[in-house]
């Protein structure tokens, strides 16, 4: 089973890369617009965007989402994304660890915590992973494997159901996430991979007890598309299904529900990780930005990563937010 898996993560790396992949559908980040403040009263070189996440004083908020891993790609990979978070001092997410759990060759790819300096760091098991007898010791041994600050729960239905190798039975995820949630040693996370988490499925989540969501948003990467591709041509019917970033992140904000929210899915750049603060996520998560990074050297991601911690702070001297606080009430037209 864990050649089947490595095969799949290689194929998902390559056609990550294919502009297919990259969903058409608008993020709505344009209609989004900050009042610019033409009397900041602030020297730029002075501005603070560091953030708390997990307990742990990082830079930005910003963080490096989940990609790939175990594989000798990904393990590359990660090295890279882990030195450069060390190095600029922002949150790093795993990719699935499910092949860790199937076979231990692929261990290595995810033990990054030495590369690291305090970073918050972020386990990642798929949902089907941790429904059944077995679901919750999976769960915990992503956790002590990599020595994470907290874990990913990753729902993917539409994914699993578009693999030829999809695990579709789900009776028993709301279940797990519960039992999970109470007895894991560190915040669980619930996130999506790009397809969106809405209104009704995060009520349900914080009735089980999650403290945090990673909305995943419509807009960015489409896995639908990427399954699509690994066995046909052309579009897939699903490649721009869901709710996008910006309707989650407003109607759960809106709802006021006790949950930190995390904004990814199709942030590209400092001004939209900008205005994904401004709509209330805690964090903005990034991906696609740093796959070809990730693949070329450290020095390749820290570049686009102060390339992104450039750009917001930017947007913060024109609006006159001289903190991160500041910035979550800049006057804007939503």
Known sequence: MSVKIAHRKAEHLEIAQDPLSQSSRSQLWEQLRFEPNALPELNLSQIDSSERFLDRRISCPLLISSMSGGIEHADKMNIHLAEAAAETNVALALG???????????????????????????????AAQIIGARGLDNALRCVELSEASGLFVHLNPLQEALQPEGDTDWVGISDAIEALVARSPVPVLIKEVGHGIGLSAARRLVQLGVKWIDVAGCGGTSWAQIEHSRHAEGASIFADWGIDTVTSLKSITAANLPVSLIASGGLRNGLELAKAIRLGGVLGGMAQPFLAPALESTAAVVKKINEIKDELRIVQFCTGSGDIASLRSAPWQC
């Open 96 to 126: 699935s660890m499910r092949i860790t759990l199937e076979d231990q060759s692929g261990e290595a790819s995810f033990k990054v915590g030495r590369y690291l300096t305090g970073q918050p760091l972020i386990a990642n098991i798929g």
